[in-house]
């Protein structure tokens, strides 16, 4: 008889949540973007959501996963039959006006808001049924966004990141 050690059956878990996401992105359930820009690399996922097995929400994460620390984080996602999602406003933004801007959003530019404080932002945009969140900490740099085309490099990542925070790699 095998037994199974606590960090097996969470890797187990996490392996088939893995699994579960490179299909439904393989069939269009899964709809992620993040920066076209080269310099926001590497990327990695984040986190994702699910609601009664219906694909809600990915969050691919540039530059650092520590809040402290510079990093842009690209949120994509769509409502689901009733829900009334909407995402939290960082602290200290909710004061702050909102800018009306354009952003290129693959070949398209679409209208977007932009928030701006002490050293944070946050950029709201949709595409379609795709609602878009990117915030940050330091300096926004290039907005411009892209559809993800290929999940498995970002799930990748996140296996790396895990396991140096881990410390196993």
């Known amino acids: ?3 199974v050690e606590p ?4 890797q ?3 392996e088939r949540l893995y699994h579960r996401m490179t299909e439904a992105f393989g069939e269009g359930r899964l709809v992620l973007h993040r920066l076209r820009s ?3 690399t590497p990327s990695a ?4 959501h699910q609601v009664n097995g219906v694909w809600q929400s990915a969050t691919i994460v540039h530059g650092s996963w520590k809040t402290g620390e510079d990093h842009i984080r690209v949120t994509t996602w769509r409502e689901l039959p009733g829900q009334d999602f909407e995402p939290d406003v960082l602290p200290g933004l909710a004061a702050a006006p909102e800018e009306e801007l354009r952003v290129g959003v693959d070949e398209r530019t679409v209208p977007a808001l932009l928030r701006r404080g002490s050293g944070v932002w946050q950029l709201r945009t ?3 049924e795709h609602q878009i969140l990117v915030s940050g ?3 926004p740099g290039d907005l411009t966004l892209e559809t993800v085309d290929d999940i498995v490099p970002l799930i990748e990542e996140r296996r790396a990141r895990l396991a140096r ?3 196993t790699a």
């Open 1 to 3: 008889m095998h037994r």
């Open 7 to 10: 960090d097996d059956r969470a």
């Open 12 to 14: 187990d878990l996490q």
């Open 38 to 40: 080269p310099w926001h």
């Open 45 to 48: 996922l984040a986190e994702s």
């Open 126 to 128: 949709a595409v379609g």
């Open 137 to 139: 900490r330091g300096t």
């Open 165 to 167: 925070i881990r410390g």
